[in-house]
């Protein structure tokens, strides 16, 4: 007969090791892990001790009491932010954090990964004068790997002080609750570099993007690396500058600020809540457009998203490079942060958790890549769907949350932002050098953006919510891409239900069908005259092609009588083209202003301009023809070069140029005659 029994596990001290140095494989990540349990325990700053052959991490946290020592923290592998928490928890008192850093109930291990011992000191909130002290020596749990876990021992004793390094003296003296963690017997010595290493990871840890909006700040405390520091101080002090932080391993972890760039180059904000996903691009401080559309993502319904995507144009990396000191592909790309703390390595130099190096490999000169951006994911929630993995260096575990955070990032923020700067901006090479809008003030520059903004707003599931005024707006109608930007401005206006803008498009649409006409009538009269012309200019051809015209006129201005039939037909040419359309907009304007009282300037100022225009053409034609009294189509002509030159500049260039343009010729040469062979006829160069 069969026998049965209820078996249970049991556990060796070889569970450590699995959970300490053999889970957490980089000591940059084990620090990560206990800045983030002071980060949940409420902590607004955590001092960072390196020094005597020890780490010291302090926080002025909720700290532990007697209970949460033996019940949580000894407890292994449990997590008490993984299990709900009563209405009076001190973490709805503190700060509004919805969810946690850290949620596995192994960060504590993390100390194994950097030294022998752990001394922990806590003091609760409400409990004045006791600090409860637990010293682990993780070595014990090496002696003997069948020996049970639980049969280590660990120290406790009660305390009436934390008794931390004489450098955090002071900051205990203000801890009335928090928490310090005292790593000894380091496995690895930290000098200034692996220090510096930390502290730009730090920086990146908590909140690089932006200002201290969650209130958290860390501070490294080195008396070793004080003397250095203040070196570079006093040698920076010399040239009237201030060293980069980065460079000081005492003092506080800044924020980077990316208030600068936002002024440098463009970048796209997307935020996702329960019914909207909501887009805002801007371009160097002028908001492009801001949208809003349904929310195809129900994972990311509850999960804040926020993302920050910035384009990295030339100008905007040399600003990165000025103010971070080091090269924006160094430092990163596209980070991760759930529940605001980072995801590592996600955005690490060479890390392409998202894809966008591998989309940008089948088109490089049409998509963007890790190299052109930088920016900032934001994400809260529990395991279930964006899960840590244990490794703590593998970024998130694949859940159908994290695929549609994946495809959120690709297709509404990197792909919009990108089809902006390739229409946009990479059109045009010089915008990657300028700081401002000044090449896309331009016409075409204008009307880049206005297409950029069609595109994307002609879909009936968007919401055109704001547009700016000043890039998107009517142009030139003399411009090549005036037709074409009509179209896209009345997209836009539809959209935004902009009636002054439709009203002022459907104007701009009657005078350039009207300029159209009159062009097309100047154009029928001219091909009219023409045919006369070239029939006289056959006769005339016919005429006197038995006369050989022996030499050229030595100066312009000898004669204003010989002008040969051809130059006179095609001077009629030209000048009935233009005074045909000087005619048909005076006629435009007196249509258009008939029986009204008074005349907008600008108006008046438009047809002026027009008229003008075109009177200056044929003021150009007529003085010329009127100097050019040699034969236009002679075959050979004969003449001193130099003396040609000057006559053309005196008689020519000086009539015919800008008030603006002053002119001064001198002629000293003794004379060089030419003969050459005119192949060109120059009247016809000239109009």
Known sequence: MATTDSLHFDVSTGLKRVLGRELITDDEVAIFELVKNSFDAGADSVQMYFGDGMIVIADNGVGMSYEDLTGKWLFVAYSSKRSERPADDFRNIVAERRQYAGSKGIGRFSSDRLGEGVVIQSRPRGCVNIVHRLTVDWELFEKDA???????????????????????????????????????????????????????????????????????????????????????IAQHAKNSEKPLAKDLVNGKIGNFIF???QHKTTFIRVTIDAEELNTTLTDRGEVIYRIAEP??????????????????????KATFTRRVGCPSVQFGSVFLFRNDFRVYPIGEDGNDWFGFDRRKQQGYARFLGTRDIIGRIDVSGSDEDFQEASSRNQGLIDTPGVEQLRKAVMEHCLKRLEKYVVGVSWVDKAEATTEDLSRLSTDPGRARVSAAVANLVDNDKVRLIHYSKKLIDLINERSGDFEKSLVSLRTIAEKAGDTEMLMRLDAAEKRYDDLKKSEADARRVANKALAVAEAATRRATAAEAEIETERRRAHFLESFINVDSSTILNLHHQVMIYAVDIAQQIENFLTETAGKSSIPRDTVLKTMEQMAFLNRKIMSV????????????????????????????????????????????ENDHPGMKLRSIRSTHPLLLTT
């Open 259 to 261: 208030a600068t760039l």
């Open 146 to 232: 069948k020996e049970h876990f639980a049969e280590v021992p660990v120290h406790y004793a009660e305390l009436d002080a934390f008794h931390l390094p004489h450098e955090l003296r002071r900051f205990a003296s203000t801890l009335k609750h928090g928490t310090a963690i005292t790593i000894q017997r380091l496995r690895r010595p930290w000098p200034r570099q692996r220090i510096l290493d930390l502290k730009a990871s730090l920086a990146k840890l908590i909140n690089p993007f932006g200002d201290e909006t969650d209130g958290f700040g860390i501070h490294i405390i080195a008396p070793d690396e004080v003397a250095e520091d203040k070196r570079l």
């Open 622 to 665: 007529t003085k010329f023809a009127a100097k050019a009294n040699f034969k236009l189509d002679s075959e050979k002509i004969e003449t001193d070069l130099a003396a040609f030159i000057y006559d053309y500049i005196e008689q020519i260039a000086r009539t015919t140029s800008s008030a603006r343009l002053q002119i001064e010729v």
């Open 295 to 316: 929310n195809p993502y129900e994972y990311l319904a509850a999960a804040g998203f926020k993302c920050e995507i910035y384009y990295l144009n030339q100008s905007a």
